[in-house]
């Protein structure tokens, strides 16, 4: 069965010669992956959580683990949410390269694919939001350090075993930098972070790459993120908005909206413009934000009664995205395994609603109705006196305020830069003098935007304006 994409962004699908356009009643099952590489931890690591989500410092034996796991200690009143935690299952870290590649041998074999198709017979689709580690200076669980570490290992993986799949869709994730540059620490800060731009700016250079789609690291977005977001991003898939659990209430570390807080998002499977004071309030800001809960974890879990929900909102008339989130370093097969039985659950009480296995991308051009009007971007490099000036002009009405600016200097600097406004949404210029970078150290110049419908465009560019790259999605 091949899909392909109707005038107005609604899926068609076509099998045997058939043209089959979707109705309504639908769901779009998106499996998105925090893609951070491998991740190991010390049977001291596993203590030090224990202690900061239950608030009992115990001796980091394997005795006393096995214990939690039995529940054969008091740990007043935590005892089942930490041996669910700290099970052998959730501990279970693929924690070199070779352990996650033996995984997506596994996964992303077109037989295991099948095992797990849609109401159209089209197998599972995975979608890798992948991040960068760098500048952290403690790095206890041994993770991959380095630009494009994790992102080249995945272009690699595929290019080897399925250059010809088109498949499976490549998005952005991002964790920002801690106080003190601890990899194993977690952080909210995008304005302490400036690895986060220079992660953009190099994707877009290095690798001709520019994202559509965001998940946010630890799932926690605040005004600095927000307000990034607003201005290039146009598919958030971030919100974790759920009824606080039993067991939620246990887990010390993170009450109070400490981390993933979506506690006045909506929760009904309904995605949202947000507003510009407030992520978590629907308003009139740019992005749209999806729901996504997570699965093989702790906190804010898939269960069977929000696939239903799902389901429900789609069979009264809201084709809806079913969206969760999972990390590469976990096992993913049993998470994979178990949400395919809520699917099939679901479906069997709401027969009349089709399922689809979709690309986060792809899902949500989709469901918003967009038509797919291509954005394109004019660039060219002029002399205005003794100065050498970028143009930037758009056919359209890019997503946000400005594209993307990105320059590589000749000393090997990643620079994220502002452009001046010339008509907004439109046209912009930025000058190459001694207030900026002069051309002199300028060896590529790269230029991205998304529009507002989920197209997009980028160019690169040498010093002198000829352009290297061009590309549009």
């Known amino acids: ?42 049977l001291l690591e596993t203590f030090i959580r224990i202690e900061n989500m239950t608030g009992f ?22 005892e089942d949410i930490a041996s669910k935690i700290f099970s052998k299952r959730f501990l279970d870290y693929k924690d070199t390269w070779n352990k996650i590649d033996e995984m997506l041998d596994v996964m992303t074999s077109s037989e ?20 960068d580690w760098v500048n952290f200076e403690i790095n206890p669980r041994r993770r991959d350090l380095g630009y494009h570490n994790i992102y080249d290992h995945y272009q690699e993986y595929y290019a080897i075993n399925h250059l010809n799949d ?36 190099r994707r877009l250079l290095d690798k001709a790459y520019f994202p559509t789609c965001f998940r946010a690291g630890f799932d926690t977005e605040r005004p600095d993120s927000h307000w990034l977001l607003e ?28 981390f993933g807080d979506w506690r006045r998002a909506v929760a009904n499977w309904e995605y949202y413009h947000p507003a510009h004071e407030d992520y978590q309030a629907k308003g009139n800001c740019n992005r749209v ?21 799902a389901f429900r909102r789609a069979d009264q008339g809201e084709n809806t995205i079913l969206a969760f989130a999972d990390h590469d370093w976990r096992n993913m097969i049993p998470d994979i395994e178990e949400v395919y039985e809520m699917i099939l659950k679901a479906s069997k009480k709401y027969k009349d609603v089709k399922w689809i296995n979709a690309g986060a991308y792809e899902a949500a051009k989709s469901i918003l109705g967009v038509n ?67 051309i002199e150290d300028v060896e590529l110049i790269g230029v991205a935007t998304n529009s507002s419908k989920g197209t997009g465009h980028l160019t690169i560019l040498d010093q002198a304006g000829n352009t290297k790259i061009s590309k549009d999605w």
Not at 24 to 39: A, M, R, S
Not at 67 to 78: R, S
Not at 238 to 256: C, F, H, R, V, Y
């Open 231 to 258: 201005q290039y991003i146009p598919f958030d898939f971030s919100n974790q908005a759920i009824e606080e659990t039993e067991d939620d209430k246990k887990q010390i570390d993170l009450i109070g909206g400490r």
């Open 166 to 201: 088109k498949i499976d869709e490549f998005h952005w994730h991002a964790h920002p930098m801690s106080t003190y540059k601890e990899a194993h620490k977690c952080a909210t800060s995008f304005l302490n972070s400036p690895h986060i731009f220079e992660s953009l700016t």
């Open 57 to 78: 410092k115990l001796e980091p034996t394997m005795e006393n683990l096995k214990k939690i796991q039995n529940k054969e200690l008091d740990l007043k009143g935590h």
């Open 289 to 309: 934000i999806f729901r996504c809960l997570n699965v093989g974890t702790r906190t804010r879990v898939l269960t069977q009664d929000e696939v239903d929900l």
């Open 372 to 438: 797919m009007q291509k954005i394109q971007l004019k660039t060219q490099i002029v002399t205005e006196g003794n100065y050498k000036k970028l143009l930037v002009e758009s056919n359209i009405d890019t997503f946000g305020p400005q594209p993307f600016l990105a320059i590589k200097t000749k000393s090997k600097r990643y620079i994220m830069e502002n452009f001046d406004f010339q008509v907004p949404k439109r046209s912009w210029t930025y000058t190459f003098d001694e207030h900026s970078i002069p």
């Open 112 to 131: 295991y694919r099948e095992k797990f198709s849609d109401s159209f017979h089209n197998g599972w689709k995975y979608n890798w939001f992948i991040m």
């Open 1 to 42: 069965m091949l899909m392909a994409v109707g005038l107005l962004g609604e899926i068609v699908w076509h099998k045997k010669g058939e043209v089959i356009l979707c109705e309504d009643k639908k769901v779009y099952i998106v499996h998105c992956i925090d893609t951070e590489g491998p991740l190991y931890e010390s």
